[in-house]
């Protein structure tokens, strides 16, 4: 069963009789609750448990964690201003094998994941909706900042960015399926953040001036190596800093504490900046150049999604963003064998780095994404 999308919902004939608003505690999820019920639907809010931060950490007045205890708590609140159930769903085993679990596995391997799209993949969408219809709604909301419509040729349904450039999150769903697209609505995805925050306010929420949440929830203070130390103890095993020749200049006390771009943490003497050009796993050495060799025009993409077509019969041009905050680039997409893409670039782009993805859009209009396997000179 398919929803009415926000572009038809204004008097829709036919309203869904229930939706389930996925609701982190923050600003955003808030007002998309508060948009919903106005709009004439019947909401059920839910927060999803997804892990069990320390307790000294929950009570800080710090914590910026989106998914916390103390998230837990303000999701309630904004329930209660709102009058809606609230309901809390126990996601933490499926977030740790999928997300925790997957995230340490790629850092093991030399890569640099981003487990919010695995989370948007494997936990707050598929088993969302399935929880959602054991709630009698037929379908979700959530907060990110992108748009869903139709195509009237296809049949299709499109992801699209949102409207407001600085907060877009189309990036983060590339994986949704048409079927997840086709129960999913964004409240917010028209707006901008301004107009979020002054929503929030004139509904009275309590979250109205809630900073952002940081983009790793489940680590709060942003040490990523001492998480993996913790993990995996036994993969943080000194080796050599090599530069492009393979001659040694220095030493490093584990490659996970390393990511491509990074210059900060060498502890190297040079005549010019360097920076991390590559993780060498099988010689567990970091390899460094200066900032002109982080340049490279083409990449290989696996584990590819593709949304708005069903894939690619020839080469296409499209534009391209390694990274959440990188610049969208052009570039021409090519078929591979095995069901890869190499991505080639109208010009060289910085830091391409294993793990991460790499998306494929067309204006607004999400083509689809994959994972980056390799960087190409």
Not at 355 to 364: E, I, L, R
Request: charged share 25%; hydrophobic share 40%; glycine share 10%.
């Amino acid at each position: 069963m398919t929803i009415a999308h926000w572009d038809d919902a204004e008097n829709p004939a036919d309203p869904p009789a229930r939706i389930c608003a996925a609701m982190s505690g923050g600003v955003d999820s808030s007002v998309a609750a508060a948009l919903l019920r106005d709009r004439g639907f019947d909401v059920i809010g839910v927060t999803m448990n997804l892990f069990a931060l320390p307790g000294a950490v929950c009570a800080s007045e710090e914590l910026r964690s989106c998914c916390g205890a103390s998230a837990r708590r303000d999701a309630g609140a904004v329930a209660a201003a709102l009058g809606i159930p609230f309901f809390v769903a126990d996601f933490r085993r499926t977030f740790e094998r999928a997300v925790i679990g997957d995230f340490v596995a790629e850092y093991r391997l030399g890569r640099t994941p981003n487990p919010c799209l695995r989370c948007n993949q494997f936990v707050k969408f598929g088993p969302l909706l399935r929880r959602a219809s054991r709630l009698g709604a037929t379908g979700i909301a959530t907060g990110h900042y992108a748009r869903v419509d139709r195509d009237g040729v296809t049949g299709r349904w499109r992801l699209l960015k949102g409207v407001d450039s600085d907060k877009d999150q189309s990036y983060f769903l590339y994986p949704l399926t048409q079927a997840e697209l086709a129960r999913t609505l964004f409240p917010v995805g028209g707006l901008r953040k301004t107009e979020v925050r002054a929503l929030a306010a004139r509904f009275g929420l309590p979250v109205a001036q809630k900073p952002e949440s940081q983009e790793i929830c489940f680590i709060p203070d942003d040490d990523y190596g001492r998480f993996l130390r913790e993990r995996i103890p036994e993969a943080f095993k000194p080796g050599l800093i090599v530069d492009g020749a393979g001659k040694a200049v220095g030493r490093h006390e584990g490659i996970l504490n390393y990511t491509i771009g990074q210059r900060k943490g060498l502890g190297i003497a040079a005549p010019r900046p360097l920076y991390v050009t590559a993780i060498d796993v099988e010689r567990n050495a970091i390899v460094v150049g200066t900032n002109e060799s982080l340049f490279r025009k083409r990449l290989i993409v696996d584990g590819l999604h593709w949304v708005a077509v069903e894939g690619l019969a020839g080469p296409r041009e499209a534009a391209v963003k390694i990274r959440y905050r990188h610049a969208e680039a052009p570039a021409f997409l090519h078929p591979e064998n095995g069901g890869k893409i190499l991505v080639e670039f109208k010009a060289p782009q910085r830091a391409v780095t294993p793990g991460q993805a790499a998306v494929f859009y067309d204006g607004d209009i999400v083509l689809g994404g994959g994972t980056i396997e390799t960087a190409c000179d």
